[in-house]
């Protein structure tokens, strides 16, 4: 509890209309509101941040399977969802709840000075795929960035992460996605699709520990696969409420 990233999960007998998700996910006001609705065997899965709708997010998919493995679906261990970015199945583990996502394939690309300048820190390597990953020479420069986040908004990548190797876990990151109204994502899913890949072929070895340095601070084991990334992280619920629309 208190650690972590925050999300909110909606479940619904049906969708509702874009605007109304969207005024919903501004209201909770978290990095992330997911919403999902049952379709057969499936559970169809929309990720929102205050800045729009995107197309993967880690925390709100460990999030919103915990909520229907606990809730709706007790018996069962493994949950799949059709998303946009393809079917992707969460299994529970013990205390764990294991997901399994697509690696994204890194282009390097030249270290510029708009990167550093906005983040404030020397960047060693860098690469992009959806977002910007910045590789920064050690941990405690990751762990005490403060970043322009106006400038941030200015670089390429739709959320840009900052990792470097870490002393206790394998790797350590931040994630910032001021595009999308959230200034840094406490603990960043599908910034690990990005992140894990980097370090697995740097360290030669596919089972990795990952921690995400913001505040509230979170922990991600992680394997390789192939193509596929699979990250398991424990869940808490906080709350449980209604929404009078």
Known sequence: MFHGNQAAVCVLDEWLSEELMMNITRENNFSETAFTVREGEKWHLRWFTPGGEIDLCGHATLATAFVLLNYYEKEAQKVVFTTLSGDLSVTRKDELYEMEFPAYELKKVDVTAAMEDALGASVKDAYIARDLLCVLDDERTVRELNPDLEKIKQIDGLLVHVTARG???????????????????????????HIIPYWADLLGKNDLVACQASKRGGTLYCRREGSKIFMAGKAALYSIDELFL
């Open 167 to 193: 002393q206790y876990e394998d790797c350590v990151s931040r994630s910032f996605a001021p595009k999308l109204s959230v200034a840094e994502d406490p603990v960043c899913g599908s910034g690990h699709c």
